[in-house]
């Protein structure tokens, strides 16, 4: 029998009946779902007139690139600041100023006269979008608990998977009509919604008695705590790797599949989208299974387990047998599966872990994730982009590694962060 830990956690009532029940439910996390939808649209709705950016604004196509980069640093560094933030401030304030913010920066891009203004606009624009992001996942904490937490988790992470898919479709739409400054105005405008829908629909979820006093430094130590615990970093670290996983996916796929074994753009895009459909399912299957009372912890380590057979039949098949569509295409669906059941899991344990600093454990889990993805999505480019290769190495190292922070750090097998266990001081 297992001792248990301080990772473990009850299903409690709320104290403070923060708990909202029925339509208000369903509403309140669309909207959030919304607010963590926004970055990764701000992030590829513009990719589609990278060509015409470089034009208007005379610059180099990696200039033009290099405001992405700036805009997922900002992210990065939004998240490990207004998370740990929140918690001693509370919530609404953050992102009722996240969302104006990410109104103002949307339209800063739009004008923007030339690419370094640009670029400072956009880093910018990341950390206002990383409020709704960070602090979406953080009120879930604040207001939910037991076997609803995961199922909310899983409908963040759905969110997730088909933001990216649709941005680039949407952003298409929009240059067919007008320009790429177009595109920041749209999202200018999404701003503007989200910010009426957080003032409606998303009162504050962390009252003044749960906040953590000591000003801004104790907010911070917390996040310092949170980085000590074992437990608590190993489920970080698997979110995180298998992010660079994924990340590695989304940017080498489209070179694999289209310069590699031909097919049309379109083709493409409706390879990508299916392989989107099947993490959507697995996000769904883990809702449903979550909710029936399985294990959070098994159904993390399945989907893990599913990963890791995807890439390493990706790897083999590359090996002994070469470069074929459907075997690339199968072994990528497998992957990218498993990654569906790993986020919901992962999210919903990490937070469940970090429940004494919501805000600061999201921005752990939220900005490790993007940052590791960032370092892993050039990665492709770098060791040639001729082969699939390196695309199925790459991924096959993030996944493996995130398997050894599972076993090694985070232990599922002690039962971290299962709603039904009680609540104990330890690592």
């Known amino acids: 029998m297992v001792a248990p830990s301080s990772s473990r956690i009850a299903t409690v009532p709320d104290p403070a009946g923060l708990v909202p029940s029925g339509r208000t439910v369903a509403v309140l996390v669309a909207v959030l779902g919304a607010l963590t939808a926004v970055a990764p649209l701000a ?78 606009a956009r880093f910018l624009q990341g950390v206002a979008g990383a409020a709704g992001m960070v602090l979406a996942r953080a009120v879930l904490t604040d207001r939910f608990h037991g076997a609803e937490l995961p199922r909310h988790f899983a409908v963040l992470s759905q969110v997730m998977g088909v933001a990216p898919i649709a941005a680039p479709v949407l952003g298409g739409a929009i240059l067919s009509v007008a320009t790429w400054r177009a595109v920041f105005a749209v999202l200018a405008v999404l701003g503007v919604l989200l910010l009426l829908a957080v003032l409606r629909a998303v009162p504050e979820s962390l009252p003044p008695e749960r906040r953590h006093g000591g000003g801004v430094a104790s907010t911070f130590r917390a996040m310092g705590s949170l980085l000590a615990r074992r437990t608590f970093m190993g489920y970080v670290l698997v979110i995180a790797l298998v992010s660079a996983a994924l990340f590695t996916y989304i940017s080498g796929s489209s070179f694999v599949f289209e310069n590699l074994h031909g097919v049309s753009s379109t083709t493409y895009s409706l390879i990508f989208a299916t392989n989107a459909v099947g993490m959507l399912v697995a996000g769904a299957v883990f809702s449903r299974l979550a909710g029936r009372g399985v294990r959070l912890n098994t159904l993390l380590t399945a989907g893990v387990g599913i990963s ?33 059941l790993v986020f919901p899991g992962g999210m919903s344990i990490g937070q469940a872990v970090g429940r004494a600093a919501p805000g600061a454990a999201s921005a752990l889990l939220g900005g490790l994730q993007f940052l590791f993805g960032a370092l892993a999505s050039p990665l492709v480019g770098v060791f040639g982009e001729d082969s699939s290769r390196p695309m199925a190495l790459i991924m096959l190292i993030a996944v493996a590694a995130a398997g050894l922070a599972l076993v090694g750090l985070a232990r599922p097998w002690q039962g971290h962060g299962e709603p039904d266990r009680p609540t104990v001081r330890g690592r």
């Open 43 to 120: 992030t590829d709705m513009y990719v589609p007139g990278f060509p015409s950016m470089g034009d208007a604004l005379g610059a180099s196509s990696s200039a033009v690139q290099l405001t992405m980069t700036a805009f997922l640093a900002g992210l990065v560094v939004g998240q490990l600041i207004i998370g740990p933030l929140s918690d001693g401030l509370g919530r609404r304030r953050l992102l009722i100023s996240g969302a104006a913010g990410f109104v103002l920066l949307s339209l800063a891009c739009a004008v923007a006269p030339n690419v370094a203004v640009l670029t400072g």
């Open 308 to 340: 890791l057979v995807g890439a390493l039949a990706q790897v083999v098949q590359v090996m002994a047998v070469g470069e074929t569509l459907v075997g690339t295409w199968i072994t990528l669906f497998v992957t990218v599966t498993g990654i569906g």
